[in-house]
């Protein structure tokens, strides 16, 4: 056993992100998987989730009890579906376990759930965990500012034909750090598609597109339009593993936080 390594729970532990998470685990000298968590009926259940993932017995079988293995963890990390993180939470908050979520599609009344469920453990929440794409979130703030609405916003993000919801939690995570910056209204302010006569481009938007082809991990571009020059700023994930490893960097961080809701921001030192 790795010596004060924190334990971790893994739940949607046979998905594509769960299997990146579960394997670096087994490389950090800082974690180790305590649990594996997957949904009702799913056909891993019961197996090693070391040999589902591909790296090996880890004597960790997958469950769909969550309650049967928290006591043996300090942490959960959730990549699954809104109404799974909603009831992982729930689970987690009772029994006093923090928990890092990078769940997309959350939509506001579920992120109000869940900021009220967080008021017992602390918790990160967070559509990307990478570095890059946090290191962009503040950047872009800072450059909204300073245009002061001179250039016109558009957001394109693309990725794996699999993904099911749109645009990305990235990508809406990105027109609301513009919006704040620009003092907008982002319900209000955002166009999601553009067909037929549109007629011109309507002042204080922000354009957000989606693409999704083949087994693109994520991509997400921000440009900045105006007259003679554009400025893009682009993030292109290469692998999973940024996402993981940035989710096991959460873990290792939360466990030492006071009761509340976080972000990467927090978790990376970067809030200004």
């Not at 960790?60 to 963890?73: N, Y």
Request: charged fraction near 20%; include cysteine.
């Amino acid at each position: 056993m790795k010596e004060k390594a924190i334990q971790v729970i893994v739940t949607g532990a046979a998905g594509r992100m769960g299997g990146r998470i579960i394997r670096l685990l087994q490389e950090s000298p800082a974690a180790m998987l305590a649990g594996a968590v997957e949904k009702p009926d799913h056909p891993a259940l019961g197996r090693d989730a070391g040999e589902v993932a591909g790296c090996g017995r880890l004597h960790v079988p997958i469950t769909d009890q969550i309650e049967k293995v928290l006591e043996k963890a300090q942490v959960v990390i959730d990549f699954s579906t809104p109404p799974a993180t909603l009831d992982y939470l729930k689970i987690a908050s009772e029994k006093k376990c923090a928990m890092v979520i990078g769940t997309t599609g959350i939509s506001k009344k579920e992120a109000a759930r869940i900021s009220a469920m967080t008021k017992n453990i602390p918790c990160v929440v967070s559509p990307n965990m990478s570095m890059g794409v946090n290191q962009m979130f503040k950047l872009i703030a800072d450059l909204a500012k300073q245009t002061g609405g001179e250039y016109d916003l558009e957001i394109v993000e693309a990725h794996h034909r699999h993904k099911k919801d749109a645009p990305s939690g990235t990508a809406l995570r990105l027109a609301q750090i513009l919006a704040q910056a620009m003092g907008l209204d982002l319900a209000s302010a955002a166009v999601y598609a553009r067909h037929g006569m549109t007629g011109e481009r309507k002042p204080n938007t922000i354009g957000i597109q989606s693409i999704r082809a083949g087994d693109i991990i994520g991509e997400h571009t921000v440009i900045f339009g105006g007259f003679g020059e554009r400025l893009e700023i682009k993030h292109v994930a290469q692998s999973r593993d940024t996402f993981a490893s940035g989710a096991i960097k959460a873990a290792q961080w939360v466990v030492h936080q006071k009761p509340g809701l976080y972000d990467m921001m927090d978790v990376l030192g970067l809030r200004s």
